[in-house]
Nanobody, 115 residues
């Protein structure tokens, strides 16, 4: 059963933009903090952004001012708007849902920033 479905990854030039989407099941969406992680080759998975049910957000310093996380409650979908992309943003991006010690993960979507 697929509970987190990601889309929107691809190849983009430096300075370009992409919007990632994560469609979640209703129960997962309602009961979990939603977020985006990324993992580049040879590196650990890192938290990029999180959004809480209140709408409050956390964004990592490395992407602050360029990335924005948001959610559409009606569509039970989380978005990551990525602007001013840099080559160092290249990674597999994973949607995450967290509640306590429980984590759900999407399949990952590749984002490649290259000229």
């Amino acid at each position: 059963q697929v509970q987190l479905v990601e889309s929107g990854g691809g190849l983009v030039q430096p300075g370009g933009s992409l919007r990632l989407s994560c469609a979640a099941s209703g129960s997962i969406f309602r009961n979990n903090v939603m977020g985006w992680y990324r993992q580049a080759p040879g590196k650990q998975r890192e938290l990029v952004a999180r959004i809480f049910s209140t709408g409050n957000t956390y964004v990592a310093d490395s992407v602050k001012g360029r990335f924005t996380i948001s959610r559409d409650n009606a569509k039970t979908t989380v978005y990551l708007q990525m602007n001013a992309l840099k080559p160092e943003d290249t990674a597999v991006y994973y949607c995450n849902a967290n509640q306590g010690f429980t984590n759900y993960w999407g399949q990952g979507t590749q984002v490649t920033v290259s000229s």
